[in-house]
C-alpha cells in the first residue's frame, strides 16, 4: 500500500472509532459528544563522540473525548483501545459528567461557525521524513556532530547531536456534525560542539534545522560546522558594566520574546484577567514595524492546521497591526467569556480539552537585512540566548539572563554572557526599532532579528 493510500486508509479509521464513541457516548444521554483519535509514532536518537548514546522509538494511539451534558463538562481519554477499554471510555465519560459542576458558559462551538470543508491540503505529511529509522537517523546525527568536530581543533567535546522526528494522523468527529482528519510530521537536527576557554570555562555553543519535510533540513554538515562557529565566537565571553544601551535580538531570542506575547493574547489569559493586555484592543502595544499575525494557512509549516480543534475552518488572524493590537485569539468559551466570536484559534488537546491557542505566531519581516541592523548600532547588546524564567505576565515586568556579544561601532566586539536584561513588556515592544528579513519558520512561534532601543543590562558593577 502505498503512504497516501495508507494515511487515508489511517485517518479514516480514526474518524469511525472517534464516530463510534460519540454516537455512544450520545446514546448515553450526553447533550454534546466530542472526541478525538489520535495515532503515530516518534523517534529520538542522540550521538555523542561518534558512538550512538540514545534511541527511543515508541508509537501511540489513544482517544480523548469531551462530554457535555446540562452545562457540565467531563473530559476522558484512554489507549485502551479495546472492546472493553472503549466501553469503559464511555461509561467514565457518562458518570464524570453528572457529578461536575454546571458551567454557563460551556458548549461547542456555534454550528453555524463550523466548517463543511473542503480543507486545503497544507502538505503537512512528508511520506520520507515520517519513515526515517533508527539507523538513517544516527548517520544523520553523526554526520552533524562529526561535521562539528572537523571544524576546528579548538572543539574539544560534544554534548552530542540529536536527530528526532514525529509523524502521525488524527481525526476529529463532533455531535454537531464535523468530521475532519489530516497527518502531519516534523523532523529536527540540534548539534551541541563543547570548546574550552579561559579558567577551565566550558562553552557550549548549538546550531539546529527543523522541517515538516526531511528535504527541507539544511544538511547536517552544513549544521554542524555553524553550529561550531556560534560555539568558538563565544570565547572569552565576559561581563559588561550595568548600563542602559540598545539591545538586538537574534531569530532564536526574539522568538522567546514573542512567545511571552503570544500568551499575553490569549483570551483564557484575557477573560481570567492574567494578561497585562486586558483592555488594550484597539490601542498601541507596540512600534509601527511590528505587525503579528497567526497564521495556520502556511503551506508545510509546523503550526499549521486545515481547521481548528472545534472544527471551524483554519484562519489567517492579524493580532498586532503596526503596533496596533487587533484582536484577542479566542476559542469558543474564552469568546463567550469576552462576549465575542471565535477566531477560529481553538486546540484539542489529547485528552478531549480544548482551549485557545497559536498556530504559526510569527512577527511578520521588513526589508531591513538583519546584518544592517547590527550595523547601525553604535554601542549596544546583540542576544543569541536567555536563561532563566523573570516574566510577570499580569505587570508584563521582565527580566532574563542573556549572552551573547558587545556591539561597538555597528561591529560584534566581543562575547558577553552573565549579565541581566530587564524591562516591562509593554514598553519592550514599544521601543522596538528595527525589524530585520531574516524569518525562518523552523518553530511554529517565528520572528526575525529585532532592536529594542534601549532597555537595563546589568553586569558588573
Known amino acids: 500500500m502505498t503512504a497516501p493510500n495508507r494515511l487515508e486508509t489511517e485517518i479514516e479509521e480514526l474518524k469511525n472509532l472517534a464516530a463510534d464513541v460519540v454516537r455512544r457516548a450520545r446514546a448515553g444521554g450526553a447533550d454534546v459528544a466530542e472526541a478525538i483519535a489520535r495515532s503515530g509514532s516518534e523517534l529520538s536518537t542522540k550521538v555523542r563522540l561518534g558512538e550512538p548514546e540514545l534511541v527511543e522509538e515508541a508509537s501511540h494511539k489513544s482517544l480523548g473525548m469531551r462530554v457535555i451534558k446540562q452545562g457540565r463538562v467531563a473530559l ?37 461557525l463550523i466548517s463543511a470543508g473542503p480543507f486545503p491540503d497544507l502538505e503537512l505529511y512528508d511520506p520520507k521524513g515520517g519513515d526515517v529509522t533508527a539507523a538513517e537517523a544516527i548517520d544523520l546525527a553523526r554526520r552533524g556532530e562529526q561535521a562539528a568536530r572537523d571544524a576546528d581543533p579548538r572543539i574539544t567535546n560534544s554534548d552530542g547531536a540529536t536527530f528526532s522526528r514525529t509523524a502521525g494522523v488524527f481525526a476529529l468527529v463532533l455531535s454537531g456534525g464535523f468530521t475532519g482528519g489530516y497527518a502531519g510530521s516534523y523532523a529536527s537536527l540540534v548539534v551541541s560542539p563543547v570548546a574550552d576557554d579561559e579558567g577551565g570555562k566550558k ?42 544601551a540598545p539591545v538586538v535580538f537574534d531569530p532564536d531570542a526574539a522568538r522567546a520574546i514573542l512567545g511571552l506575547l503570544a500568551g499575553a493574547i490569549m483570551g483564557s489569559s484575557v477573560w481570567r484577567k492574567s494578561s497585562y493586555l486586558v483592555g488594550r484592543e484597539g490601542t498601541r502595544v507596540a512600534s509601527d514595524l511590528v505587525t503579528i499575525v497567526d497564521d495556520p494557512l502556511v503551506l508545510r509549516a509546523p503550526g499549521s492546521r486545515p481547521f481548528d480543534g472545534e472544527g471551524l475552518a483554519a484562519r489567517k488572524n492579524l493580532v498586532v497591526e503596526q503596533g496596533i493590537l487587533k484582536t484577542y485569539l479566542c476559542d469558543s468559551y474564552s469568546g463567550r467569556k469576552l462576549g465575542r466570536a471565535p477566531t477560529g484559534s481553538a486546540s484539542r488537546g489529547g485528552g478531549g480539552g480544548v482551549g485557545p491557542s497559536t498556530s504559526n505566531f510569527m512577527l511578520l519581516p521588513t526589508q531591513t537585512k538583519a546584518a544592517d541592523i547590527v550595523k547601525g548600532t553604535q554601542r549596544g547588546l546583540y542576544v543569541t540566548e536567555m536563561m532563566g524564567f523573570g ?33 516591562n513588556l509593554d514598553q519592550l515592544w514599544q521601543r522596538i526599532d528595527a525589524v530585520g528579513d531574516d524569518l525562518d519558520l523552523r518553530s511554529s512561534t517565528a520572528s526575525p532579528t529585532l532592536r529594542i532601543s534601549s532597555m537595563t543590562i546589568a553586569g558588573s558593577s
Request: glycine share 8%; charged share 30%; hydrophobic share 35%.
Open 76 to 112: 476522558t481519554s484512554t489507549s485502551d483501545l479495546t472492546a472493553r477499554g472503549i466501553d469503559r471510555f464511555v461509561r467514565d465519560a457518562l458518570e464524570l459528567v453528572d457529578i461536575s459542576q454546571e458551567d454557563p458558559f460551556a458548549g461547542p462551538a456555534d454550528p453555524s
Open 391 to 423: 516574566y510577570n505576565p499580569v505587570t508584563g515586568d521582565f527580566s532574563r539572563g542573556a549572552a551573547g556579544f558587545w556591539i561597538e561601532n555597528g561591529e560584534l566586539a566581543f562575547p558577553v554572557s552573565e549579565v541581566t536584561i530587564s524591562l
Open 203 to 244: 562553552r557550549r555553543g548549538f546550531h539546529w534545522t527543523a522541517k515538516r519535510h526531511l528535504d527541507a533540513l539544511d544538511a547536517p554538515e552544513v549544521v554542524g560546522r555553524e553550529a561550531t562557529r556560534r560555539t568558538l565566537r563565544k570565547l572569552g565571553a565576559r561581563k559588561v558594566p550595568t548600563c542602559e
